[in-house]
């Protein structure tokens, strides 16, 4: 359940001091081969981080050998400055992975970096460079859960899947409890997969399941200046699986690990989903469910139990989906509790007391759905984002 369990991957983490307190705090990842394929899907946010902007130059060349990562530090807003600093971090991966192991002779350009933590501060390399020293003395294929712990923030635990083909599987782990928003969720995340595929397959897998995973949590509505997405293939399995096959167990593993950044969202008590049903098109059912899924309205009465769906129609009605606001279903758990635009059930039959809460809205235009997955907005939200991080 990691990022080493395709075959042709290690991993480690260890705790290099970014972090108070001595939790692990600097990820490795290596793909150690035969193959080094690599796709990026990174944040739409105008305000990039070092090292957004430092990856997105080495996933261009379609080739990835390590992925360096950071807790404690986002390395966002920090200018020119903090740009040297992610090129001296994959500078010296690349020399601790070389030392390593001659045969490998890794340069900058085959290292891509990742960091996660508090916005405009530089990282204190003189801990962050002998962590990463550790970090490659620590590599293992048992590696990939210690890796997860390491790339944690505000989560409260870590986050690792797998999905499996006929005969290669896709391991992730993914960190994010606050900011989470499409394009793409508060996030980082490292995909591997032993699977044989070039670049541009691995880039059209990873889009599609992007799509339809990560780029449908919404939280807070906040985007994050650090997130990125990126999916390793090894070839190791020796199998090249058809697209369709590539992109279904990519999607698997992106839906298992945002499913998971959902229900660790800061702060929530219930994990929400939002079903839009009857819609003209998909990004109108898009649109609605997203409306739904960013009002505080909306999220504070489920918060307190109250399955108000007044709050929930008047989200709908400030969309430029189509739809007769007198044709509109709501349900809640189940209960139709309003029918043609106005009250229908009792809301008092609709059940709040789980976690777990589904909201059925059901536009009667045509045929196209989507599912957007929120959370609740509860008091300990405040609490938990007294300090702005990614």
Request: net charge negative; proline share 4%.
């Amino acid at each position: 359940m990691s990022v080493t369990a395709p075959r042709g991957f290690r991993a480690a983490g260890v705790a290099a001091g970014l972090k108070t307190g001595g939790a692990s705090d600097v990820a490795l990842v290596v793909n150690d081969g035969p193959d080094a394929g690599v796709a990026g899907v990174f944040t739409a946010n105008r305000v990039k981080a070092a090292p957004v902007l430092w990856t997105q130059q080495v996933v261009h060349g379609g080739v990835v050998r390590a992925v360096v990562l950071n807790s404690g530090g986002a390395n966002a807003c920090t200018g020119p400055g903090g740009f040297q600093d992610t090129h001296a971090t994959a500078e010296h991966t690349a020399a601790a992975l070389t030392a390593a192991n001659p045969r490998l002779m890794l340069g900058a350009g085959d290292v891509a970096v990742c960091s996660t933590g508090l916005i405009g501060e530089r990282l204190p390399m003189d801990r962050l460079l002998p962590g990463v020293r550790a970090a490659v003395r620590s590599l293992g294929r048992d590696g990939g859960p210690a890796a997860a712990q390491a790339i944690m923030t505000t989560d409260t635990r870590p986050k690792n899947a797998v999905a499996h083909g006929s005969g290669w599987s896709v391991g992730g782990m993914a960190k994010g409890a606050g900011m989470l928003a499409p394009a793409l969720a508060t996030m980082l995340c490292v995909l591997t997969t032993d699977a044989v595929a070039g670049p541009d397959a691995l880039d059209a897998a990873l889009r599609e399941a992007c799509r339809v995973t990560f780029d449908r949590i919404d939280s807070d509505g906040c985007m994050s200046t650090n997130d990125t997405v990126l999916l390793l293939a090894s070839g190791a399995s020796g199998i090249e699986p058809s697209a369709a096959e590539l992109t279904a167990a990519v999607t698997a593993a992106c839906h298992d690990l945002a499913q998971q950044l959902i229900a660790d969202a800061e702060g929530a008590t219930k994990q929400i989903a939002i079903d839009v049903v009857g819609a003209a098109s998909e990004s109108d059912a898009v649109e609605v469910g997203r409306s739904v899924a960013r009002n505080n309205l909306v999220k504070t009465a489920l918060f307190g139990n109250d399955p108000n769906w007044g709050r929930i129609l008047a989200a709908v009605g400030t969309t430029a989906a189509r739809f007769e606001p007198d044709a509109v279903d709501v349900a809640v758990n189940g209960v139709w509790v309003c029918r043609g635009g106005a009250a229908a059930e009792d809301r008092s039959k609709v059940d709040l007391s789980g976690r777990d809460v589904t909201i059925r809205i059901d536009l009667r235009t045509g045929g196209a759905e989507a599912t957007i997955w929120t959370n609740d907005l509860s008091h300990a939200y405040v609490h938990e984002n007294s300090a702005y991080s990614t």
